[in-house]
């Protein structure tokens, strides 16, 4: 079987398919043959050596889809055949890959392999940021990367919610794709510096919630971003960690701010119960068109090219690797 294995800390090269034994199902799980694969951003954090290094060479990848082929000892409710969309703790970039048969969920008809691939870690993130932070009706909301895949979901889900939602994005072109993501604004940062124009478009109140994945070196403009009693949630760190200076930050604003962090395993362990029907939920935003997500087609053989594309900015929505 082939599998894509990270054998050092470093760029895209050090991502290898090689051919390893295929592995079975143990008590509770389900086999699934994989028809997609999504990449997350913070499998390539983890190849860049941010945060805990794996023994190496690790497997890599979480989300994956495709049908059933072989069950464990104990599943009940899943058979061979079945269409599902698996979590993993590593081990996606493959052929095939094993996990709980609790986190195995059915996908239904109208909705794609690769759409599926893509709910676990964006489609989830994005569901769990914007309910956890009872965003109603009534709520402005700034998503960072608007149009990449977490950002895409946001722009459905919102518009779903019926918030006000708006989009940080690097270019025109990838503002076309927030834009039918169903953001209700759009701000092209290296055209309008991204804390007036929140401003402008609040008509000087601020946002109520900011959904930051890039922390680095200018995290202190999504305080300035927020409105009186509005909250920062840090998701991510595509630019890197914040300085200690720029997290507490917030406690000079005098405008009673509150900073968040999100882990989407936390969220997973606390709600595993919640997990199917938060999945039915995404799946509906795309039978129903409220989610619009790109996807990009990639082989499993090319995953070194997807992660330097992912890496350069140069991708919208999700890229999804075929074996």
């Known amino acids: 079987m082939k599998i894509v294995h990270m054998t050092a800390v470093g760029g895209p090269e050090v991502l290898k398919l ?7 199902p143990g008590p509770g799980e389900v086999r699934v043959a994989n028809r997609a694969i999504a990449i997350n951003f913070h499998e390539i954090n983890e190849r860049r050596g941010q945060g805990e290094t794996p023994e190496l060479p690790a497997p890599m990848g979480s989300d994956f889809a495709g049908p059933i082929d072989e069950v464990g000892p104990g599943v009940e409710r899943l058979k061979v055949g079945d269409r599902v969309v698996g979590l993993a703790p590593r081990g996606a970039y493959a052929e095939k890959t094993c996990t709980a048969g609790m986190l195995a969920i059915p996908i239904p008809d ?20 914007l309910h956890n932070n009872h965003v109603g009706p009534d709520t402005t909301v700034v998503a960072y990367a608007g149009a990449g895949s977490v950002g895409c979901f946001v722009g459905g889900i919102g518009k779903r919610i019926g918030c006000t939602t708006i ?4 270019t025109p072109e990838k503002a076309e794709i927030a834009k039918r993501a169903g953001y209700t604004h759009v701000v092209v940062y290296r055209e309008e510096d991204p804390v007036a124009a929140v401003g402008r478009l609040t008509n000087g109140g601020g946002a109520d919630l900011v959904l930051d994945s890039v922390g680095g070196p200018s995290f202190e403009q999504s305080y300035d971003m927020c409105g009186a009693e509005g909250t920062v949630v840090l998701f991510g ?20 701010l509150g900073l968040r962090q999100y882990f989407l395993g936390t969220t997973v362990a606390a709600r595993l119960l ?14 129903d068109g409220d989610i619009y997500l790109p996807i990009t087609r ?26």
Do not use: W
Request: net charge negative; charged share 25%; aromatic share 6%.
């Open 18 to 24: 090689v051919d390893v034994e295929e592995p079975r």
């Open 110 to 129: 109208g909705v794609t392999d690769e759409q599926a691939a893509a709910c676990p870690v964006a489609g989830l993130t994005a569901y769990f940021l």
């Open 167 to 170: 989009a940080l994005v690097s």
């Open 237 to 256: 760190h595509a630019a890197g960690d914040p300085s200690e200076k720029a997290l507490l930050s917030f406690l000079e604003k005098g405008k009673n």
């Open 274 to 287: 919640e997990l199917a029907q938060t999945y039915e939920s995404l799946f509906a935003g795309f039978k």
């Open 298 to 323: 990639m082989p499993l053989a090319e995953v070194q090219e997807a992660h330097r594309r992912i890496e350069a900015q140069e991708t919208v929505g999700k890229i999804i690797l075929e074996p």
